[in-house]
């Protein structure tokens, strides 16, 4: 195991650090490819710092304030960070919001829970993993001390969540209901933070009633953070180089990528370091070895063999027998029967292989009724055509996907993971492995499903068919091949370069026209409820293709709104909806006008490296739009492109879109015809030959307003 390379270096000091680097700083080891110092890791990822001003001294990441807790063969632990408020009679009395950003270097484990104490008190954890985002949320409630259990994560007084898999950064948010009005007399503050998952009991009142710094010392004392690490979270064995030294051997990493080396069985030692993994002696053991007759060393083993004269299985106590005369025959016997013996366990063996293949063929039709696929094939027969939706077979699709091979992923999301795969009729598309449907809602998944079907708009991904015979069912689209409008807005300063005015405003039309049809235009509205650049996917002409239908409700003729459990993304979920979880159409509108937003800016939803108000960007652009500051926050380049005019009508609308009111938005309807609008201005021949002429002077005008530093 790979726990052994570790074990081994504490035993042997040359094994555990590079040469003349320092291989523990107090009393944690700090094994390669970590390291103290200069030229002591393997590279910048993995440097630590060892402070000695402390008593005893303190191992940090890096050369940052990450302190670390524990290493070993996988893992990091560290200090955690804890978002705390504090209140009195007058309100808000003391606040510290916790964050930690690793910078892409680790991942969190999803050994990690998020956990919430306090009895008024709401969080919600936002965080990264590379270009996607995603969120989640737990409340702690209670009344009275008295109904407080300890020891028990019941949602009374405290509740505790799962974080998703491959998150690099996280920033809690903590707030409360009535500033903690109804329950100062008992619990004072709230507190929010990520924590190592069983290493938290919850104290019940002790923990709600104690001071915060005692209970920031509770925490920080014994509770650490799970990290993951890696080599090369882009490389894998496959790759011609990999660190592993002698008597090791390569094992990727699945969840985040890179790999790992781990000392081959029968070795031990430290498989980064040269010249590798030491064979173990295992005859000069005491109390591990059990051969009970002569024991012969072998790399990477041994032979365990009676002695001269004996017979039997040496592995045992008193294996060993003395060898008469008679007992030749009694070989020969033994010979005939385990022959014998062999043959009837061949023929068992091919048996039970034939057994487990009915098995699987049985369990898959099992998963077929199970994800609602007898009812789907009623109602395909029953519309009279199979074109619409085609049928997958499991095998079709591992097939297609190199039995669905980490290579094949193009993204992650809350919903699912996407591969992609190529059909035996050569045809590229999108499979979309979803989690667990609920077996009582299949009837629903089925009509959604044949709705979905029924959606040809040339702006929104075409669901091809699907595939039922898997524990989650699979959903397969068309394939879009050119990354997503986050990824062009954001992937570089001013966002790619045929990104300008004409082509940003044709996008949005584009997705646009989609949410349009997807309101207004069909037998059954739908309701996307994850409207977000990253889920506007590009072909290779760079026509906007609205994607992700995971979370997307079905809205029923006779409703405006419907109520369900809230969904979305940080930075562009609807506040309306996030208070009352009346899903309407305008909540699409709310997360459109945040695209919006990102097209005419540059900027984030969620800037982490924003401050203050600045730092949500749907906030941040009305108040520029209301305190006339539009232009200082657009995009440079778009000044130069068209003319203020243009900008300041757009920049009207998206404030309409964001309006924290449903009813005072537009419909995607409206959006649509004034997009269009400033579309038929900007493509007049003669208004854009003036617009060229009077956006070079207002942009020189803006320009030095903006950069003056006289005014």
Known sequence: MAVGTYRNAITNNNNIAKPNCKTACGNITVPYPFGIGTDCSLDRKFNTTCNTSYVPPKLFQGTGNLEIYNISDSELRVFTSISHRCYNQSGVADEHKG???LAELFTFSVKNKFTVVGCDDYALISGTNGADSSSGGCFGLCNKARDVPDGEWSGIGCCQTSIPKGLTSYNIALNSLQNHSDVLSFNECGYGFLVEEGRFEFGGVTDLSSDYLDFHRKIRSSMPVVLDWVIDSDGKCADKVNECKGNSSCYDVEDTGGYRCKCNEGYEGNPYLHPGCQDIDECNIQGTNPCDGVCINTPGGYNCKCPPGTFGDANITNGCQPIAAKDSISTILIIVIVSGFLAILSGIVGIVFAVMRRKLTRLREKFFEQNGGVLLKQKLKA??????????????LRKATHNYSRDQIIGKGAYGVVYKGVLSDERVVAI??????DTTQREQFINELLILTQVIHRNVVKLIGCCLEEEVPLLVYEFISNNTLYY???????????????NRLRVAIEAANALGYLHSEINMPIIHRDVKSANILLDDNYTAKISDFGASRIVPLDHGQVTTLIQGTLGYLDPEYFNTSQLTEKSDVYSFGVVLAELLTGKKPIGEDRINEEKNLAAYFVNSVKGNHLFEIIEPRLLR???LEQLQVLGDLVKRCLSSVGRDRPTMKEVVAELEGLRKFTTHPWVQQQA???????????EQDLYDPHS
């Open 99 to 101: 964050w930690i950003d």
């Open 641 to 643: 492109e068209t003319t």
């Open 432 to 437: 979309k492995k979803s989690k667990v449907v």
């Open 692 to 702: 060229h002429i009077e956006s070079r002077c207002l942009f020189v005008e803006v």
């Open 383 to 396: 519309q009279g055509s199979h074109e619409a939706m085609t049928l997958f077979s499991s095998k079709q």
């Open 488 to 502: 062009h807005i954001h992937h570089r300063l001013g966002g790619m370069s045929w990104l300008t005015w004409e």
